[in-house]
């Protein structure tokens, strides 16, 4: 054993880091991240939603065909006899054979949960390996744009709840770039493989979009130039309204289809007050394979500015999702649909952006949630302090004293500045005696003697939230 | 995609199951799975602790050497390229990598996180290959058995706040154990490998323990024998202060040290007034090789019986932990040390029985908040229903709408009867025109007019808890 482990021995070097594209969280981390998290589950709470969970790993052909060209970045385990088993890429998938299974047609849920992509990290920028999802879901046959514009809406709120700046949620429709693709030219074949295309079109430019259109996918360039006339476009309902009267996109079924609903979608946005931060953009594809309607994505639209960093954290889009009414009929033997229309948000670069403000604003974040510190001036008061310490236990209030036989009086306060314990307890032979307690304020320093049958009530009412 | 998916097509079964061991949590689980975390984090918190996180698989060398005979249960992930990685087997051992990896020599943390082990699932049982432990670990060089005291204070109020019936925590000390192996006549190299045989005592009686012994570890059948005079015992203080009277045990230095800190533990106990659920247990021995003092499992003392079930869910160990000071060592460069001590509750063992105790109760557990669903009787009111349920996702309040263009007033009725929604916020023309909302009470049937700028409020003091 201590051959393997220290390096001193000389036959082993042993690496003490995670594995790469993972990190450990700390306390300070852990306070930031429940408090996003509980922002974001209210809101799916407001919504009524239900929540679920399921394995980390699913069989590996539960995974298979799923993810396009992106199926290579999935982990795989070692074959140990026994199943073959992949870690889930998403939350998507995982409920969509939830639902085949189940045999559920009807549900709103949603689900936090990590999930793993062999993805090339970039730590700084919020990209890692294992990192959370926060998925929210419609499944189940309703009137058009319902469900789609209550994700929408969800997105808005969370995204504005967390104030991370502004943002623009973009929205297209996969039949509309379907149909799109038809009127100019793209063969049937070749639809998904241009749609992988145009959704680069965030990162690089469109020449070098329109490049890859005709030197790696085969396409002519009168046909690439006339995608890109419509790519450029993006808007409101106006944009819509040009649309359906455009002469080659109104007379392609699939486009009008699209268009249609988008035009209700942005008539249900007006009336949730989200329309301004929502743009309609033609240029929007997403990379997964399983999306059929809607399609979503909210961008950050400007970068953090502190004093302390000149270069900040660049993150882009923080929430993506659609509607994909096929997936859960891939599932079902008898192949029977279930529409589905859903929302991830993505937790890292969000995470990204709230360190650097919390480091930003020197904002002191407590990590316990200690309420008062059980301490003695004196020796010997071991006991009395156990006994103290648990009488508050007993009664909820969060206590803490100093692991020590005869802590001094002021490395007890110390602990108190340095963890943000609000209050000590203090007693000492006189105390005892008196069948009181010196309560202290720590921000204070002022202390009063409380009778020990009304100190947890004291504390009660001093550290109740307002 | 679809011939690997349909069976119709004969090429391909496609299994619709979880991996083999593990579980989907459904919504109703949920809720019961989220009410016992709420109870456990609320304890953990109560005694001052903070939370991390670690990823969920390992560098392979991390787990290495960790578990003993129990290594062969580690999931490893397939060598795609890189580093070789395993899925964690607990949160000990990454929680040991962390503070060695962070040079942390003090902390006292909670971490609630799925453990993966390749073991034979017994899942009504509640022994699942994917499942939760939930740790609180007190790091760092104080007074002995202090933070030991206080980690089964912990444990007492977990299982008492959680209502699960009448448990024991037994408690014994590595120490002990090999005192009482050397002075029975155990060579210094058998003693972990028979303390891997006594720990099955809960399981197999003690002929097929001591048959072990012998037959497979090579043990003298006297050895063995006064081994079995020892493990008999349990008891209190009392069998404290007669065992350091011992004349054989009392002569063995770690035997001896072991015993005096039992002592101490046990009036640390009784401060906390929880001796009378504890049992100084010699036949105790926990299977992992890194405890180095105190050790204790806490179990069920009866099965739960109802009308129900015939047979109820059998169930053991929902509890244990120990002291390990050596562990951390192992992972820093130089073997410095930092003394830990700590506890894992078993959560899936709780999650079934709480289930049943469910299910016979008949109690209806709702599984989402929703406060208010926004319905109206009559038609085309969709965009006005719309409107006043964003007025209230937007106020604060938990509320729903059918996403159906005009829904039958008494759907709307039935749904929230299903649900458990308390209130139905009724527009409709004439409402619309008064700027009145009709609110019913689900239950009592009751409806009232309250004005629209009022409605929040009152849905808030109907609905807030008590």
Same mark, same amino acid.
């Given at each position: 054993?201590?051959?393997?482990?220290?390096?001193?021995?000389?036959?082993?070097?042993?690496?003490? /880091?995670?594995?790469?594209?993972?990190?450990?969280?700390?306390?300070?981390?852990?306070?930031? &991240?429940?408090?996003?998290?509980?922002?974001?589950? #209210?809101?799916?709470?407001?919504?009524?939603? %239900?929540?679920?969970?399921?394995?980390?790993?699913?069989?590996?052909?539960?995974?298979?065909?799923?993810?396009?060209?992106?199926?290579?970045?999935?982990?795989?385990?070692?074959?140990?006899?026994?199943?073959?088993?992949?870690?889930?890429?998403?939350?998507?998938?995982?409920?969509?054979?939830?639902?085949?299974? #189940?045999?559920?047609?009807?549900?709103?849920?949603?689900?936090?949960? /990590?999930?793993? &992509?062999?993805? #090339?990290?970039?730590?700084? &920028?919020?990209?890692? &390996?294992?990192?959370?999802?926060?998925?929210?879901?419609?499944?189940?046959?309703?009137?058009?744009?319902?469900?789609?514009?209550?994700?929408?809406?969800?997105?808005?709120?969370?995204?504005?709840?967390?104030?991370?700046?502004?943002?623009?949620?973009?929205?297209?429709?996969?039949?509309?770039?379907?149909?799109?693709?038809?009127?100019?030219?793209?063969?049937?074949?070749?639809?998904?493989?241009?749609?992988?295309?145009?959704?680069?079109?965030?990162? =690089?430019?469109?020449?070098?979009?329109?490049?890859?259109?005709?030197?790696?996918?085969?396409?002519?360039?009168?046909?690439?130039?006339?995608?890109?006339?419509?790519?450029?476009?993006?808007?409101?309902?106006?944009?819509?309204?040009?649309?359906?009267?455009?002469?080659?996109?109104?007379?392609?079924?699939?486009?009008?289809?699209?268009?249609?609903?988008?035009?209700?979608?942005?008539?249900?946005?007006?009336?949730?007050?989200?329309?301004?931060?929502?743009?309609?953009?033609?240029?929007?594809?997403?990379?997964?394979?399983?999306?059929?309607?809607?399609?979503?994505?909210?961008?950050?639209?400007?970068?953090?500015?502190?004093?302390?960093?000149?270069?900040? =954290?660049?993150?882009?889009?923080?929430?993506?999702?659609?509607?994909?009414?096929?997936?859960?009929?891939?599932?079902?033997?008898?192949?029977?649909?279930?529409?589905?229309?859903?929302?991830?948000?993505?937790?890292?670069?969000?995470?990204?952006?709230?360190?650097?403000?919390?480091?930003?604003?020197? %904002?002191?974040?407590?990590?316990?949630?200690?309420?008062?510190?059980?301490?003695?001036?004196?020796?010997?008061?071991?006991? %009395?302090?156990?006994?103290?310490?648990?009488?508050?236990?007993?009664?909820?209030?969060?206590?803490?004293?100093?692991?020590?036989? #005869?802590?001094?009086?002021?490395?007890?306060?110390?602990?108190?500045?340095?963890?943000?314990?609000? @209050?000590?307890?203090?007693?000492? %032979?006189?105390?005892?005696?008196?069948?009181?307690?010196? @309560?202290?304020?720590?921000?204070?320093?002022?202390?009063?003697?409380?009778?020990?049958?009304?100190?947890?009530?004291?504390?009660?009412?001093?550290?109740?939230?307002?």
């Amino acid at each position: 054993m201590k051959a393997v482990l220290s390096p001193e021995e000389g036959k082993h070097k042993f690496v003490l /880091k995670t594995p790469k594209g993972t990190r450990d969280y700390s306390p300070k981390q852990m306070a930031i &991240r429940e408090k996003v998290f509980t922002t974001i589950i #209210n809101c799916f709470k407001r919504h009524g939603a %239900e929540t679920i969970d399921t394995p980390v790993f699913e069989l590996k052909e539960t995974l298979t065909g799923k993810y396009g060209e992106d199926s290579k970045l999935i982990y795989d385990l070692k074959d140990q006899g026994g199943e073959l088993l992949s870690l889930r890429y998403d939350l998507t998938v995982p409920f969509a054979r939830y639902l085949a299974m #189940n045999k559920i047609t009807n549900i709103k849920r949603y689900h936090i949960a /990590k999930v793993y &992509r062999r993805d #090339n990290p970039a730590m700084t &920028r919020g990209r890692y &390996r294992e990192f959370y999802q926060c998925d929210f879901d419609i499944a189940g046959q309703y009137d058009a744009m319902i469900p789609d514009a209550e994700c929408l809406k969800i997105v808005h709120e969370i995204l504005s709840a967390l104030q991370i700046g502004d943002f623009c949620i973009k929205v297209n429709d996969r039949r509309i770039l379907d149909g799109m693709f038809a009127v100019c030219g793209v063969p049937d074949s070749k639809f998904r493989t241009i749609c992988s295309t145009v959704d680069k079109l965030d990162k =690089v430019s469109w020449e070098d979009v329109k490049s890859e259109m005709v030197g790696e996918k085969g396409l002519a360039p009168e046909i690439a130039d006339s995608i890109g006339e419509y790519v450029k476009l993006h808007g409101g309902l106006s944009l819509i309204e040009q649309l359906l009267q455009d002469p080659k996109l109104s007379q392609n079924k699939l486009a009008k289809e699209g268009l249609g609903e988008m035009k209700q979608l942005f008539e249900y946005l007006a009336l949730f007050g989200i329309s301004d931060q929502t743009s309609f953009d033609l240029s929007l594809a997403r990379g997964l394979d399983y999306y059929t309607g809607v399609i979503y994505e909210a961008v950050l639209l400007q970068q953090q500015k502190n004093d302390h960093m000149e270069e900040s =954290v660049g993150v882009g889009s923080v929430a993506g999702g659609g509607r994909y009414d096929g997936l859960v009929g891939m599932f079902d033997p008898k192949g029977r649909k279930v529409p589905c229309v859903g929302v991830s948000i993505g937790i890292e670069r969000i995470f990204s952006i709230m360190e650097q403000k919390v480091e930003a604003s020197e %904002e002191k974040i407590r990590t316990t949630e200690t309420q008062v510190l059980v301490a003695s001036a004196q020796k010997k008061l071991l006991e %009395e302090r156990l006994k103290l310490v648990s009488e508050l236990w007993d009664s909820g209030i969060k206590a803490e004293m100093l692991y020590k036989k #005869n802590p001094k009086l002021l490395s007890q306060f110390q602990y108190c500045e340095e963890t943000g314990i609000p @209050l000590v307890a203090i007693i000492g %032979e006189q105390e005892l005696k008196d069948g009181i307690v010196k @309560l202290r304020d720590v921000a204070t320093r002022e202390e009063v003697d409380i009778c020990r049958g009304k100190l947890v009530e004291e504390i009660k009412r001093r550290t109740c939230l307002p």
